[in-house]
């Protein structure tokens, strides 16, 4: 009777950390294995998130190595993946994007990250955007009871080798549900890159006109090129320590508590 209790609470015991895993591991389905895709997967799983790889031809021998590579992952289909996900992560190219995004199932409650960048090139050689308001707008128009959050990844190559550049590389998150906006800068912050909250979904726009805006220098074919890395500013605390209307949006509902964000010694000369 003695041995079967110590079972009993042996079994219980270990069913309660099983769910203490299931409850804390956050699963995130990451759509498209293509080169955002297969830097992500491998990052997010490294970092203590369990991954699963939706794709077109999940048996395919790329992906038997992209799992090889992501420790823990498995791979199914898109639409298997993200009911599978608490959070999905949409790195499909723009042009697959409507119909990926509506085939995926009911996604109620979940987090959408969209990570694509619009464009099409203009005649000049210059690309511009091919929607009239944003792609995140549009994804949460198709799944309206989801919470779709932008991110403004950097290139794929930073995502592999964030301190490459010898700094942080920021990510700009934008949305309209601030703990899903949360939960998104938590897993930025965990695969080492530096989250940055850029307001409601509507400010997506922007986020997607600074990455057409980043590949200028490509386009013109110059071997400089700018990255965004986040600082201590040394100045908005003066300015806001001068009044005016600025600070105006610090208690706005979707401001997002942001992970490492420190305050450094201010020494304001100038409050304008
Ligand atoms: N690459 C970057 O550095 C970077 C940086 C910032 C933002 N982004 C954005 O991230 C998104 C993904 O970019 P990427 O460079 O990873 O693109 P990509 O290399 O072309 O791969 C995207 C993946 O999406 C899936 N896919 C492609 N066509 C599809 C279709 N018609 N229907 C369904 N699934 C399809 C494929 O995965 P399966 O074959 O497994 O289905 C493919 O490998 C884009 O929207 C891009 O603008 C990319």
């Known amino acids: 009777m003695r041995v079967f209790r110590l079972l009993v609470i042996a079994l219980l015991c270990l069913n309660g950390s099983l769910n203490a895993v299931a409850q804390t591991t956050t699963i995130v389905a990451v759509i498209g294995t293509g080169d955002m895709g297969d830097s992500l997967g491998p990052q997010l799983a490294r970092n203590g998130y369990q991954v699963i790889y939706g794709s077109r031809d999940p048996g395919r021998e790329s992906i038997k190595q992209l799992l090889a590579a992501t420790p823990g992952a498995t791979a199914t289909s898109q639409r298997r993946a993200a009911q599978q996900g608490d959070i999905v992560l949409l790195a499909v190219p723009w042009p697959a994007m409507e119909t990926v995004a509506q085939s995926l199932g009911q996604l109620q409650g979940k987090i959408l990250i969209d990570a694509s960048i619009p464009y099409k090139m203009a005649k000049d050689g210059y ?41 942080t590389p920021s990510a700009l998150i934008a949305g309209d549900h601030r703990t899903s906006k949360e939960r998104v800068a938590k897993l930025i912050d965990a695969i080492g890159l530096t989250p940055l909250d850029a307001g409601p979904l509507r400010n997506a726009r922007h986020i997607e006109s600074m990455g057409l805006l980043y590949m200028v220098p490509l386009l013109q074919g110059r071997q400089q090129g700018w990255e965004f890395f986040v600082h201590e500013h040394p100045h908005w ?33 100038k409050t304008r």
């Open 127 to 167: 690309l511009e955007s091919s929607v009239s308001s944003s792609s995140s707008e549009l994804i949460q128009a198709w799944n309206n009871d989801s919470h779709v959050i932008k991110v403004g990844f950097p290139g794929s190559f930073l995502i592999d080798n964030p301190q490459l550049m010898g700094a």
């Open 237 to 269: 605390p003066c300015t806001l320590a001068g009044g005016h209307l600025y600070g105006a949006n610090a208690a706005s509902p979707d401001k997002a508590d942001l992970p490492g964000n420190g305050k450094a010694p201010v020494h304001c000369t």
